[in-house]
């Protein structure tokens, strides 16, 4: 089987039950600070634990997540196993004009999950 | 050929590994100290001007609410030292973070000082630490 064809399968396999969420406001005033809460579904399996055969689980986490504004970063994280279950992150950033929040989470297992939000400024 | 998500991962790994790669597993080895110390980058590190907030007893060690913060830092990092991967999170911010806060939940693996570490845009390090109590710890964080 060609390395494309196991590449998509993969891709559709690790796409399956992941779900992001992403809260800010749909409107602000330009200068207002908004606060920016994002999470998303994943087990973040940390690979310090064993099964019930005493093997260890690989580890399989979410190790990175960002957050754009219209291309500029507003923040990177590098996140270790430490991290719990369903990684929340929230932050704040101040918003001057109207354009699409867009956010990525990078998967262990080489996915990457991606979610965008508007925000209209006044 | 049969595709399974285990098939997957392990063939995954097995190319990585051919290829002299060490992934993420060297990346699980990291010490506090070395954490501390590629976040510093050699400049000296002072007490304070880090706010760390979470709760002194935590009930669920899997589960920990943590928020840091450092107006003007351009980065965050949250160390446990007594987990078995100490580093948790950096955070780098761009231009359009302000107050530079960061809110997350993380695994406590046992009681212990939690550390926050803040790089000001100045490249100084300033750092705090609190004593959180584990009721239950997050085993195997």
Redesign the interface.
Known sequence: MSMSLLAAAGLRRMATGVKSRVKLPKTAAAGEVITIKTLITHRMESGQRRDDAGAVIPRSIIHRFTCDFEGEPVVDVQVHPGVSTNPFFAFRARVSRSGVFSFAWYDDDGAVYTDSKAIAVT | ?E?T?RG??V???ATLLALGFPG?LA??EITTEEAIAAFAKGAPISPGGVTLTLEAVAEDG???PVTVAAEGAAALM?V?PE?????????????????Q????????ARTQEVMALARMADGTVRQVSQHVDVVVG?C??
């Open positions: 050929m595709l998500r997957m991962l063939s995954g790994s993420h990346a699980e899997f589960r920990v949250i446990a987990n078995p991967v100490p580093p948790i999170a950096l955070a780098r911010f761009g231009p359009m973070a302000v107050e806060e960061l809110a997350t939940r993380i695994r406590l997050g195997g964080a």
